[in-house]
């Protein structure tokens, strides 16, 4: 399948952003994108104030990233308070998420608005400087200004829930100056710029991961790059899904894969999908049409 048409394209859901019987509930929400990190901090808590103690949530609610689909999504978030998107939640109540969780909501509902959106999957710089660590966020249309714009509804919670912070690490994200309505190119790149980072201008690969060292190098950043691709292609992955010639395992990139993704990156760069043929695209990466049929 060709994009020729691709604002249209990201204003319609695809499977995994679509709210189903839900879509009820997320009519309300606001299309100010700063309301809109308003309303979805109502709902969702990041990870990371939990994994840092911060918050203490039931541990049944600690597998609530596993949930794959907006309208899964939903339902949970309906099941443990119906109440209006407005309204404010105790901690109990909110579905855990991480980046991709609070972006694939941004997105469902800016598309629900029929304004174009999706995720993009790369790497954040505001962790650790000259460190490229795993992220997502969420990009849509600005018809006014004819661009996409970034937007990073992961770091708005970090500024929503700023009283709770340790002072210096709240005081340190002050100083990056991060403007998480309008992401620039200097706090987050995807992984296809990523991928040319490294193979065209020296770049370490193994400043690109996470903070453990076997989850960093050349396949991860390739892994990055594939999911931006999926993503471009409405089929927005778990963090963790590795399909085809993804994966740890298969760290060993040969030089025929070398050549595909140096290609897909200089594909995923240009921005314009037009005419992109990107289930082609999955297929040379061994993500067939059954794989991807078999998503739950």
């Given at each position: 399948m060709a994009i020729h048409?691709?604002?249209?394209?990201?204003?319609?859901?695809?499977?995994?952003?679509?709210?189903?019987?839900?879509?009820?509930?997320?009519?309300?929400?606001?299309r100010d994108i700063k309301e809109l990190c308003k309303c979805i901090n109502k709902l969702m808590l990041i990870d990371l104030l939990t994994a840092m103690g911060l918050i203490v949530v039931p541990k049944e609610h600690l597998h609530d990233s596993n949930i794959r689909a907006i309208q899964k999504k939903?339902?949970?978030?309906?099941?443990?308070?119906?109440?209006?998107?407005?309204?404010l939640r105790c901690n109990e109540k909110l579905l855990l998420g991480n980046c991709r969780d609070l972006s694939l909501l941004m997105c469902s509902v800016l598309r629900?608005?029929?304004?174009?959106?999706?995720?993009?999957?790369?790497?954040?710089?505001?962790?650790?400087?000259?460190?490229?660590?795993?992220?997502?966020?969420?990009?849509?249309?600005?018809?006014?200004?004819?661009?996409?714009?970034?937007?990073?509804?992961?770091?708005?919670?970090i500024y929503y829930r700023r009283e709770i912070l340790p002072p210096e690490l709240f005081e340190g994200l002050l100083s990056l100056?991060?403007?998480?309505?309008?992401?620039?190119?200097?706090?987050f790149i995807t992984g296809s710029q990523a991928w040319i980072n490294c193979r065209e201008y020296g770049h370490n690969p193994k400043d690109y991961g996470t903070y453990e060292d076997f989850l960093k190098g050349t396949w991860f950043i390739r892994d990055n790059m594939i999911?931006?691709?999926?993503?471009?292609?409405?089929?927005?992955?778990?963090?963790?899904?590795?399909?085809?010639?993804?994966?740890r395992e298969n760290s060993d990139i040969k030089e025929k894969e070398l050549k595909i993704l140096?290609?897909?990156?200089?594909?995923?760069?240009?921005?314009?999908?037009?005419?992109?043929?990107?289930?082609?695209e999955l297929e040379s990466l061994?993500?067939?049409?059954?794989?991807l049929k078999s998503i739950d």
């Open positions: 048409n691709y604002l249209e394209y990201y204003s319609v859901h695809g499977a995994i952003t679509s709210p189903g019987p839900y879509k009820y509930f997320i009519e309300d929400f606001p939903l339902k949970e978030i309906i099941h443990r308070d119906d109440s209006s998107i407005l309204n629900n608005h029929r304004i174009p959106a999706r995720l993009r999957s790369g790497f954040a710089t505001f962790f650790v400087p000259k460190k490229y660590f795993d992220h997502w966020i969420c990009e849509y249309w600005n018809e006014l200004e004819k661009r996409w714009v970034r937007v990073d509804p992961w770091m708005s919670q100056n991060y403007n998480f309505h309008d992401v620039t190119n200097e706090y999911r931006d691709l999926l993503c471009l292609n409405k089929i927005e992955p778990l963090p963790w899904d590795c399909w085809g010639i993804m994966g140096d290609n897909l990156a200089e594909i995923l760069n240009k921005g314009n999908l037009k005419g992109i043929n990107i289930l082609q061994q993500i067939t049409d059954s794989i």
